[in-house]
């Protein structure tokens, strides 16, 4: 069974920075694609940033240049840091990934971003 448990999530101001993580449970981690989507208030989720097993970053065009993404292998963990935050980054972030067909979700955190 995979498990995902995302934390850092927080009030922040804007211009300002968080770090996220998400913590994976199984062997599968080091092979595996993670993924971190967010859903702001009234919108559908979306795709924020991936990171393949050996390294290879993907990002929205909203947050390029402004969030970058890693992973520890053995800590079994991948990071969102969030740079430059904007209100209309505010949003439930969720960690995924997908295993033998399978999604996995964790919980979410919540940022904020306000004044």
């Known amino acids: 069974q995979v498990q995902l448990v995302e934390s850092g999530g927080g009030l922040v101001q804007p211009g300002g920075s968080l770090r996220l993580s998400c913590a994976a449970s199984g062997s599968f981690f080091s092979i595996a694609t993670m993924d971190w989507y967010r859903q702001a208030p009234g919108k559908e989720r979306e795709l924020v940033a991936a990171?393949?097993?050996?390294?290879?970053?993907n990002f929205a065009d909203s947050v390029k240049g402004r969030f970058t993404i890693s992973r520890d292998n053995r800590k079994n963990t991948v990071y969102l840091h969030l740079n430059s935050l904007q209100p209309e980054d505010t949003a439930v972030y969720y960690c995924h990934s997908r295993r033998y067909a399978v999604d996995y979700w964790g919980k979410g955190t919540l940022v904020t971003v306000s004044s």
């Open positions: 990171i393949t097993s050996v390294g290879g970053t």
